[in-house]
T-cell receptor
Framework: DGGITQSPKYLFRKEGQNVTLSCEQN?????MYWYRQDPGQGLRLIYY???????QKGDIAEGYSVSREKKESFPLTVTSAQKNPTAFYLC???????????FGPGTRLTVT | AQSVTQLDSQVPVFEEAPVELRCNYS??????LFWYVQYPNQGLQLLLK??????LVESINGFEAEFNKSQTSFHLRKPSVHISDTAEYFC?????????????FGRGTSLIVHP
């Protein structure tokens, strides 16, 4: 059963700690994306990757980092430099950039 | 660069009534257009898409959207809504040849269906 998974569903961290969110897909998609969703603000692009070992900053990359060592995996690290990290994070993939995206179920991160 | 405007943040409607969720975009090149639906605490699911060809596209659950190039719009419609249609709806645009290809999303419209 093909799809995109994110783990964990809920994540709690103390301020000042780095945290890594997992995103895995078995759709054989080349492109992967990370979005942040806050109430009333829609989806804002953090990072995207069009191919393995390459990624680009999105609109709000400050305080985040990613890696793309395997086609199936695109983990996101929320660093202590991110001023307001509490949010709902969504990972997505598409065959190539520009085509319809498949989304994971999301990770809700709470930092206190 | 492209942009997307969803004019209504919230649309309340009674069950079995028609509904239209509005979406306008700006772009200087050809575009691909999408509508996604999000239920609470879940990811987004593709509802329908326009890539080329017929300007009227339909989904399997009764929604339709029409690409209007002159008005740069891609409004979503359903002739009769159900309680289960209550969700957040997002319009998205990505640019084709000569553009950025990276999708841009609107801020979303919350459809609230009352019994």
């Amino acid at each position: 059963d093909g799809g995109i998974t994110q783990s964990p569903k809920y994540l709690f961290r103390k301020e000042g700690q780095n945290v890594t969110l997992s995103c895995e897909q078995n759709l054989n998609h080349d492109a992967m994306y990370w979005y942040r969703q806050d109430p009333g603000q829609g989806l804002r692009l953090i990072y995207y990757s069009q191919i393995v070992n390459d990624f680009q900053k999105g609109d709000i990359a400050e305080g985040y980092s990613v890696s793309r060592e395997k086609k199936e995996s695109f983990p996101l690290t929320v660093t202590s430099a991110q001023k307001n990290p509490t949010a709902f994070y969504l990972c997505a993939s598409s065959i190539v950039t520009g085509h319809e995206q498949y989304f994971g179920p999301g990770t809700r991160l709470t930092v206190t | 660069a492209q942009s997307v405007t969803q004019l209504d943040s919230q649309v309340p409607v009674f069950e079995e009534a028609p509904v239209e969720l509005r979406c306008n975009y700006s772009s200087s090149v050809s575009v691909y257009l999408f509508w996604y639906v999000q239920y609470p605490n879940q990811g987004l699911q593709l509802l329908l898409k326009y890539l080329s060809g017929s300007t009227l596209v339909e989904s399997i659950n009764g929604f339709e959207a029409e690409f209007n190039k002159s008005q740069t719009s891609f409004h979503l419609r359903k002739p009769s809504v159900h309680i289960s249609d209550t969700a957040e709806y997002f319009c998205a645009v990505s640019e084709g040849s000569g553009g950025s290809y990276i999708p841009t999303f609107g801020r979303g419209t919350s459809l609230i269906v009352h019994p």
